[in-house]
């Protein structure tokens, strides 16, 4: 099975580090994973393996802590569900298509917590939810910025990590 690890909590610098991402690929490669290979220096992962989805989130969650010293979350997709969370984009190319962000989950979301979100006004902030994802519009001149992924988490109770449009449409596209 093909799946794309997103990582939650990635950092430049600090506790969060992951110093070189073809370290991240060795280590995880040592553990038994196929075909790993990296994405940006955010935390993209995409590898091989015959492991069930929790099981495959627990091994590089515990390898990377293990061998890294990070402590991070791990969002576990597979293409289908990118490719489907690109299709379903409900911004337009009226919107600034570099300002679209995906919020990615490995656990079901409360529709009665996502109902007070939806709810709310944001400004020039845009809040919708798809059927693999939720999405931001967050344009630059929004001020002050209110939604990000630390506030959904809060709002949902969730852990969540979140990625710009183009970066899913890349992953889709190595996933090829």
């Known amino acids: 099975m093909k799946y794309i ?10 506790k969060n580090k992951i110093p070189k991402m073809s370290y991240l690929v060795e280590v995880l490669e040592e553990v038994g994973f196929k075909n790993v290979s990296t994405y940006i220096q955010s935390g993209n992962i995409l590898l ?3 492991l069930k989805r929790d099981d495959t989130e627990n091994l590089i969650h515990n390898t990377i802590l ?4 990070a402590d991070l979350s791990v969002i576990i997709k597979e293409k289908d569900q990118l490719q489907k969370s690109v299709i379903e ?3 337009d190319n009226t919107y600034d298509f570099s300002r679209i962000h995906l919020v990615f989950t490995n656990e079901n979301i409360d529709k009665e917590k996502l109902e ?3 709810s ?3 400004g020039l902030e845009k809040f919708a939810v798809g059927s693999e994802c939720l999405y931001l519009y967050l344009p ?3 001020k002050p910025k209110r939604l990000n992924t630390n506030y959904i ?3 949902l109770s969730l852990t969540m990590t979140m990625r710009k449009l183009n970066a899913i449409n890349h992953l889709v596209e190595l996933c090829n």
């Open 89 to 91: 984009n409900p911004f």
């Open 120 to 122: 709310k006004n944001f």
């Open 66 to 69: 293990d061998k890294i010293g």
């Open 116 to 118: 007070i979100i939806k």
């Open 48 to 50: 091989d393996t015959d």
């Open 153 to 155: 988490e809060k709002q």
């Open 5 to 14: 690890a997103l990582l939650r909590g990635v950092t430049p610098t600090g």
């Open 140 to 142: 630059r001149d929004a």
